[in-house]
């Protein structure tokens, strides 16, 4: 009996394991520009893997629409802690996806009036010239 569980545990030792991890961003509407970390990615929907799991800033500029930046948190599953990473990345047997997604909804440009910018303008010449 004892030999028979040494076989089946070595067995399971020499398993492979593989820990995939990606996420996946949409933006409404789509194909957006797409910023990672200040990487370019694509255009959404778009994706990227990832090695470490944290805190990742991502950048979503469209044309037409205000550019949008956010802080995201991928935080690890309970299988990957330590000591349990090390097994789930090597010794688990199988293929195993992390796959997270996230959706930002963008926001059209507010176009500025004319008349605004130019108000705004001689507002600033006039501080300049006062020295404020």
């Not at 820990?19 to 910023?35: D, F, N, W, Y």
Request: net charge neutral; proline share 5%.
């Amino acid at each position: 009996m004892g030999c028979r569980l040494l076989i089946l545990v070595m067995c399971l030792l020499i398993l492979p394991g593989c820990m995939h991890r990606r996420v996946t961003i949409h933006s409404v509407p789509e194909g957006a520009l797409l910023k990672v970390d200040g990487k370019d990615i694509g255009y959404t929907p778009a994706h990227f893997d990832f090695t470490w799991y944290g805190t990742r800033e991502v950048q979503l500029l469209l044309d037409g629409y205000e550019t949008r930046t956010e802080m995201i948190e991928v935080n690890s599953p309970w299988y990957q802690k330590f000591p349990l990473d090390f097994i789930s990345d090597n010794f688990a047997g199988r293929h195993i996806l992390d796959h997270r997604q996230f959706t930002f909804q963008m926001r059209p440009r507010r176009t500025d009036v004319s008349g605004d910018v130019i108000k705004r303008g001689n507002s600033l010449r006039n501080e300049a010239l006062h020295g404020q």
